[in-house]
């Protein structure tokens, strides 16, 4: 009977020994913050049919990845992100045109949903290794929503119009390159931080306002849609 028990504990013992050297393949990230818009898709130069006229918006992301040697591993991204889209700055731009025209312009957001597949490599310190500084790159596609635009055009004691837009939904390849800060605090919990550039350049068929509503030319136009991402968020290994 002594001989069974202590084989028993030995058991257990050593499962238990096991287990603590366990160590966890994969983390699942939840993350968002702002999201500022990079050169054309930032840009304000209404000259330029490239120029998004975008503000500054928010990201949110859900990434997952797989440790396959010792801090280094695969990576899956899926994020969404939204940047309105500068309207003021239009209406200032048709005033410069005239003074006589009355012109008012509305235009919605910028909208991105993207599905992102890379590697990443993770750099440990601390006592512990409870802090880590990890590098990715990543490359998929992205889902992008044009804004949707309203054009009014009022001559007084003339004439006036009104030109509207729905929003359009294309896609084309995207990439990410990104720099996460990762402090564990135990359990596998941790909280992550840090920051990601992305682009993508989808193809749109839409209407050029630049000639101030007098004409209404339909343009193909390759919109980049670059943003650098700055999230903080939690993460669970397991």
Do not use: C
Not at 121 to 139: K, N, S
Not at 148 to 168: C, D, K, S, W
Not at 186 to 209: H, L, P, Q
Not at 211 to 236: C, H, K, R, W, Y
């Amino acid at each position: 009977m002594l001989k069974k028990v202590t084989f028993l504990i030995l058991l257990a013992l050593s499962a238990a020994h096991g287990y603590a050297q366990f160590s966890p393949k994969s983390q699942l990230s939840l993350n968002a913050g702002p999201s500022f818009p990079q050169g054309k898709f930032a840009s304000k130069n209404f000259s330029d049919e490239q120029s998004g006229l975008a503000k500054t918006g928010y990201f949110a992301s859900l990434d997952y990845r797989y440790e396959v040697v010792p801090n280094f591993g695969f990576t899956v991204d899926l994020r969404a992100g939204v940047n309105k889209m500068d309207s003021q700055q239009v209406d200032q731009i048709f005033l410069m045109y005239s003074s006589v025209v009355s012109m008012d312009f509305k235009g919605g957001s910028w909208k991105q949903y993207s599905g992102l597949g890379g590697v990443y490599y993770e750099i440990p310190f601390g006592y512990d290794e409870e802090f880590a500084l990890e590098f990715r790159a990543l490359a998929g596609w992205q889902q992008t929503r044009s804004p949707e635009m309203e054009l009014t055009v009022n001559i007084p004691q003339l004439t006036g119009f009104q030109y509207a837009q729905e929003a359009l939904s294309r896609g084309a390849f995207a990439y990410l390159a990104g720099v996460n800060f990762h402090y564990g605090f135990g359990n596998g919990f941790g909280v992550k931080a840090g920051a990601s550039y992305r682009n993508s350049a989808a193809k749109f068929s839409t209407t050029d306002f630049r000639d101030v509503g007098l004409t209404t030319n339909e343009i193909t136009i390759q919109q980049p849609t670059a943003t650098v991402d700055v999230g903080i968020g939690l993460s669970l290994r397991f």
